[in-house]
């Protein structure tokens, strides 16, 4: 494939506009439902902490990041062979479809969950196709001094599109349940329209072979291994959690060894869909490991985050329960506006002075204020509060740009679209691993000691002590999720006829804004200091090979440099 980035002058632009309106939907839509999780379940009459309903809610969640891990890499290598822009332009029209079918969910009850959960990935589908071109059609439309100025521009709108989907959700959900779809569809079609007016192709595309068997061998153990993550943290057999459940275990190991024998196909495919040989290249190697150690770190730090302030910093300061999905959204504003300062400008400056300054250094800070978030008592001081969430913003968006242009920089123009593939196929599965090793950790941390705490607690109150064993021997996995959904959890757990037999000054206790909070601070903060201290030992691994990547080079010789490998690579 010869790269022709003389698109014209205005191209680039219109290239750099069409693509960060792509990426910043389809990481909206990620995030978007999490925080709307609650109108949604309640809008199609279903109660997602229910018996058997839990799994509705975390493929819920899950569906969108798993399609997207698993498929992003295949849909970069058919960018290569048939067109980068031909791929993305059909991945907007396919989300447009499936935008437009969720905010249509003719159903209730679980045939309604059922609906929304696979058109969630029928729209994972085509975000995918969008994700996996879209830094290929910059990198193929800029010249090489602006190209970490684009990426980091594309990048950083990524990332911060799954913070904004937060407050999004919080905003859209107090209108409609619907509403939080439908913002999508006048997005996803003008999108749509632009891209097929106004996109074209300016790199030849080169024909090959599909790789049918890598595909079968990745997609299948890619999949099976996320999804034994998920099942893993629901409870089983009276466990916390499942990861004793030999049908997990099974999805485990399985998932392992089917990715095993992909490698072994992969080396051995005349025209692999993974080019192993890539990895050769020590800027593309560093840089992805460094970019999957984050992508763990963050998911685990916006989730933790939300389950805090939603659960027990917000309940605490007054706010009900109903309100907090919105106001946690709000609250985390600075580690966005982070993202935005920092992503654009260490793109810009990396061009000039090289990705492993300001990557490494950015990876640095993220785990300074990992270790301040932990420091934190859980009733933290805001102000304190927002500045971590700045530093870590700022520091994330240091490392995000320069090393997304430094990993597409140093490979060869043909094998771009599957690059890009590959590096969002470490970010996305990144995130779905974060989930299952900190939801996990905390559900672990939470079953050691809140049974006793809570028992206590509303037997203190008046609640008749079987009532309260009963509810404190539930999964601790489902008072998580009653946090994580805005919904008190007491209110939730006792029902009404038991609240009905107490005094109304012991309702008032219980369903009010600082019980439960109360109950649950310190078994959370000791599962916080767990999660945040692996974070931040994850943010300094990966710093370390942010700093093994090598120097920096002019762009000309990086793309004379990654020749050789990448005609290695071809098979």
């Known amino acids: 494939m010869r790269s022709t980035v003389d698109g014209g002058p205005r191209y680039k632009w219109i290239a750099l506009s069409n693509t960060t309106l792509g990426v910043l939907i389809a990481t909206m839509d990620a995030s978007i439902v999490i925080i709307s999780l609650p109108a949604i379940f309640h809008g199609i009459g279903l109660d997602p902490l229910a018996a058997g309903n839990i799994g509705y809610l975390l493929w819920m969640i899950l569906g969108y990041l798993l399609v997207s891990a698993v498929l992003v890499v295949v849909l970069g290598r058919l960018g290569d062979m048939f067109g980068r822009v031909r791929i993305y332009n059909l991945g907007f029209l396919i989300f447009a479809v499936a935008s437009v079918a969720l905010s249509l969910d003719p ?83 003008a999108g749509t329209v632009w891209s097929y007016l106004s996109l074209r192709e300016t790199a030849s595309g080169r024909r090959g072979r599909i790789d049918w068997l890598g ?49 072994v196909v992969e080396v051995r495919a005349a025209e692999p869909m993974f080019k192993l040989a890539l990895f ?37 300061h007054g706010y009900a329960f109903e309100d907090t999905p919105l106001w946690a959204g709000i609250f985390m504003l600075p580690l966005t506006f982070g993202f935005l300062v920092a992503g654009p400008l260490s793109g810009y400056l990396s061009d000039r002075f090289g990705a492993r300054l300001f990557s490494t250094t950015g990876l640095v800070v993220v785990a300074c204020s990992f270790v301040g978030l932990l420091l934190l008592p859980v009733n933290f001081d805001y102000t304190a509060f927002a500045l971590l969430l700045l530093l870590n913003g700022l520091g994330q968006g240091m490392f995000s740009s320069p090393n997304t242009s430094s990993i597409m920089g140093s490979v060869p123009p043909e094998h771009r ?51 309260a064993h009963r509810v404190a021997s539930l ?26 037999g107490l005094t109304a000054a012991q309702r008032d206790t219980l369903t009010g804004s ?8 310190g078994p959370f903060h000791h599962g916080l200091v767990i999660v945040f201290g692996v974070a931040a030992g994850m943010a300094l691994i990966s710093a370390v090979a942010s700093a093994l990547r090598g120097r920096h080079r002019p762009a000309g010789l990086r793309q004379e440099a990654a020749e050789p490998l990448g005609r290695a690579g071809r098979g």
């Open 215 to 263: 595909n079968v061998t990745f997609a299948a153990g890619a999949g099976i291994l996320l999804a034994g993550i998920t099942y893993g943290i629901q409870p089983y057999d009276g466990g916390a959690t499942g990861w004793g459940n030999p049908k997990v275990l099974a999805g485990l190991f399985g998932g392992v060894l089917l990715l095993a024998v992909f490698c």
């Open 107 to 189: 159903f209730t009850g679980g045939g309604g969950a059922m609906w929304l959960i696979l058109w969630r990935v029928v729209q994972a589908f085509g975000g995918s196709m969008i994700t996996a071109n879209s830094a290929a059609i910059l990198t193929d439309a800029f010249p090489p001094g602006q190209r970490g100025m684009a990426l980091g521009v594309n990048q950083i709108t990524a990332l911060a599109g799954q913070f904004l989907g937060l407050l999004a959700g919080g905003l859209l959900a107090a209108v409609d349940w619907r509403a939080v779809f439908w913002v999508s569809v006048p997005l996803s079609v």
């Open 417 to 467: 679209g599957v690059a890009s593939g590959m590096r969002s196929t470490f970010q996305n599965s990144g995130t779905a691993l974060s989930i299952g090793v900190f939801f996990s950790l905390m559900v672990s941390g939470l079953a050691s000691s809140l049974p006793a705490t809570l028992s206590g607690g509303l037997q203190a109150n008046g609640v008749p002590a079987d009532t």
């Open 514 to 521: 600082g019980f439960f909070p109360g109950l649950v601070s």
């Open 280 to 316: 050769r290249m020590r800027a593309f190697a560093a840089g992805n490991l460094a970019a999957l150690l984050t992508a763990i770190a963050r998911g685990g730090l916006q989730f933790m985050l939300i389950i805090w302030l939603q659960g027990i910093w917000l309940p605490l």
């Open 475 to 500: 999964p601790p996995v489902s008072t998580l999720f009653a946090t994580f959904l805005g919904d008190n959890p007491i209110r939730h757990l006792l029902g009404a006829e038991t609240l009905s």
